[in-house]
């Protein structure tokens, strides 16, 4: 009933400043030209990305920061905030449930709770390192806790999956997946580059890069270096860190509800907004679960269709993130991002020593 008033009350007043009519007017434009606006930004961001060094950033990355210098030249296009939000939301859901296709169960679970355990450890010290750090260093603690997310488990799509849960700001989850595109990608290159020097043989080395890289396709860059092998082994330590993204979803669900419910004994506040199960997710583990023991073992699937879903995937994903990033103010987020940032390059250069450790 709170609910239903406050939602009367919030349309009294936009019928009443004219701002219900204007919202009618503009939202059959407004919704199919959004969600052309961000993928049109994406195919920017694409472009972008095959510029030689910035092709090492990569597409999602570069659309993030054309959004963002968009918002800040030309402000937010409110004419299409419908279709943008479309984008940020719906096509950011579907985008992680076809993510679950990039998942093969059956290989994880082949490789025995020893990979589980190591990839559980890499997630549970990320998060709470991070954390623990942004505590000492006074950095923002929402934004520092989708950072953790994304470094411990698979970067911007664990960001994704878990901003909704957490309550996080849009800006704050673009803002996360842009410094993860950043300084994964620093740490990838610089992975390759050190390879040589190191004294790890391919498959070490793939399993290093695996467990501590932040993005798929970070580990895949990094893991190219070592090779066939080093790639394989690299990419089989990332699908335990993203096999393990739906339980660690269900614990800050937990966590969350518990958080809810001490927060309204203290205030005798029965009006919190419950935490919404994130369905997309159930998606994502039953994608997983097709693609691992349906299509490829069981059904005949045309040459290419995992190369296509996962080039779509990506687009969704890359048009889901130009979305988030239409929301980002610099002027506001340039006090809090540099020490989360801080935090972020700390907590990754641990990760990589305690991996390393872990390998040799």
Request: aromatic share 8%.
């Amino acid at each position: 009933m709170i609910v239903a008033r406050e939602k009367i009350k919030k349309y009294r007043y936009m019928k009443r400043s004219g701002i219900a009519h204007r919202a009618r007017s503009i939202r059959p434009f407004g919704g199919l030209g959004g969600v052309l606006f961000t993928f049109g930004i994406a195919w920017l961001g694409y472009e972008l990305a095959r510029v030689p060094g910035l092709d090492r950033v990569g597409q999602m990355a570069c659309a993030i920061l054309l959004a963002v210098m968009y918002r800040q030249v030309f402000g937010y296009p409110e004419a299409l905030r419908i279709g943008i939000i479309f984008s940020s939301q719906r096509l950011l859901r579907f985008a992680i449930v076809l993510y679950g296709l990039k998942l093969n169960m059956g290989l994880v679970l082949s490789e025995g709770p020893g990979l589980l355990v190591k990839d559980t450890l890499v997630i549970g010290f990320a998060i709470a390192a991070t954390l623990g750090l942004a505590k000492l260093f006074k950095a923002d603690r929402n934004l520092s806790l989708l950072l953790g997310i994304g470094t411990g488990i698979c970067g911007a799509a664990a960001v994704a999956a878990l901003a909704p849960i957490v309550r996080a700001k849009e800006e704050d989850t673009a803002a996360a997946v842009g410094m993860i595109a950043l300084l994964g990608t620093v740490f990838s290159v610089g992975y390759a580059l050190l390879f040589p020097l190191l004294p790890l043989n391919s498959l070490q080395y793939g399993m290093w890069a695996g467990l501590s890289l932040h993005e798929v396709a970070h580990v895949a860059l990094a893991g190219a270096a070592a090779g066939t092998d080093g790639l394989a082994a690299a990419l089989l330590a990332k699908l335990g860190r993203v096999f393990l993204l739906l339980p660690v979803c269900l614990i800050f669900i937990v966590l969350m509800k518990k958080k809810d419910r001490k927060s309204a004994t203290a205030s005798s506040d029965t009006t919190q907004a419950a935490v919404a199960f994130p369905w997309f997710l159930v998606g994502f583990l039953l994608m997983s679960l097709l693609g691992s023991y349906v299509l490829e073992p069981v059904v005949s699937v045309p040459d290419g269709l995992f190369d296509g879903l996962g080039t779509l995937t990506t687009w969704m994903l890359t048009a889901a993130m130009v979305g988030l990033g239409l929301n980002v103010n610099l002027k506001d987020l340039r006090s809090r991002a540099l020490r989360p940032l801080l935090v972020m390059l700390i907590v990754s250069t641990l990760l990589s020593f305690l991996t390393l450790s872990i390998v040799l």
